[in-house]
């Protein structure tokens, strides 16, 4: 029985991590996300029924990919983690719950929601106002520097406005191809007889991971800030307990936010904001697979704290599957 139990581990895994490889490094994915959703799925449940099976190099333990080596290396201050996904109301409930629990609170929480914005997850430096370098994620402790083709993105200020701007801000968010430039650039590929991208984050993901800034400035890409990194400000501006409001003053400072995003008292209005997100998820100029829940009070935050590879104060409530994997199989792309 563990034998056979160990064996379909080892398979699982192995299926995954080759996935993971062709989605996270080659930027060319043969799987679509649903599907592979699923696999992860299945492996964590049988992870959580044998957790002495464990291994540490897990996909369930483990964020993104390692960053290749063409581009230099950055090691992040504050590691850059996943987020656990919820698929149903059902299990948002019992994010709900399992947050009230840990923190032994009856009142409501404030949850902030925001679109899960469909591209790369990125990590901007300031220093003293002044953008001084950029990379992505990588596998949450070391990303890939992409300094350069960040400054080609029009949205991304290379100074923060005003006067008080802390002395290092690093800013994460998602680089992404809005729709209406992701078919432009295909349609343009395709008159001209070159390769069309399969999506729109494999567009952006391809494009922001060129060694020639120059493409990358070529690229229709668009960046919307949603969390703070390592800090250091003396101007109190930061010092809140919301993390609303810290998005508010990254948007003073300059730095695009999206629009969508919304602060509400407590899971039903949560629920309701997914619903209305979700109805009018196709007018949306941008592709989201979901929407992110994320406990609002900064104090809760740290209280509550993380598990192995995402923090337990937020939660990803996926949509429904749209994509097939033949509009994957059908396309051929380029990164
Ligand atoms: P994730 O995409 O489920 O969630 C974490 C990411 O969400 C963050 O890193 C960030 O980039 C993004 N995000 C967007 N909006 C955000 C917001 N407002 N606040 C915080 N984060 C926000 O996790 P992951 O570990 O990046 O990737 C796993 C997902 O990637 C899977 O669920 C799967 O759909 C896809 N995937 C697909 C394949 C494949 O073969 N198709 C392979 C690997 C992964």
């Not at 996935?19 to 964590?44: F, I, K």
């Not at 999506?199 to 890409?221: F, V």
Request: aromatic fraction near 8%; glycine fraction near 6%.
């Amino acid at each position: 029985m563990t034998q056979s139990i160990v064996l379909q581990l080892q398979q699982l895994r192995q299926q995954l991590e080759e996935y993971s490889y062709q989605y996270y490094v080659l930027d060319n994915p043969s799987m679509p996300d649903a599907e592979y959703d699923r696999l992860y799925r299945q492996l964590q449940q049988l992870e959580a029924a044998h957790p002495e099976l464990i291994t540490a190099d897990s996909p369930t333990q483990r964020v993104g990919a390692a960053p290749i080596s063409k581009f230099g290396q950055v090691a992040h201050s504050i590691s850059m983690l996943s987020l656990d996904n919820a698929f149903d109301a059902g299990e948002f409930h019992a994010f709900s719950k399992r947050i009230a629990e840990r923190l032994d609170a009856s009142a409501e929480f404030s949850f902030c929601c925001e679109p899960k914005l469909d591209g790369l997850a990125v990590s901007i430096r300031y220093e003293n106002g002044l953008l001084v370098q950029a990379a992505t994620r990588g596998d949450g402790y070391t990303g890939e520097d992409i300094t350069s083709n960040v400054k080609t993105i029009r949205a991304v200020p290379l100074k923060l406005k005003g006067d008080k701007v802390p002395a290092v801000l690093e800013v994460r968010g998602e680089v992404f191809m809005p729709l209406a430039g992701f078919t432009a650039m295909n349609d343009k590929a395709r008159s001209e007889g070159e390769k069309i991208f399969a999506n729109p984050r494999n567009a952006a993901a391809g494009s922001l991971r060129q060694l020639d800034p120059k493409i990358s400035a070529q690229r229709p890409l668009m960046f919307y800030a949603y969390a703070v990194g390592a800090v250091d400000d003396v101007s109190g501006l930061l010092d809140n307990h919301s993390h609303h409001q810290r998005l508010m003053q990254l948007k003073d400072w300059g730095l695009p936010v999206c629009p969508e995003i919304r602060l509400v008292s407590g899971g039903e209005a949560a629920l309701e904001c997914y619903q209305d997100i979700l109805t009018r998820r196709a007018a949306l100029a941008y592709e989201i697979d979901g929407v992110v829940i994320k406990v609002d009070n900064l104090t809760q935050q740290q209280a509550l704290g993380f598990v192995a590879r995402a923090p337990r104060w937020a939660i990803a409530f996926k949509f429904p599957a749209q994509e097939m994997l033949t509009s994957l199989l059908d396309v051929e792309f380029q990164v």
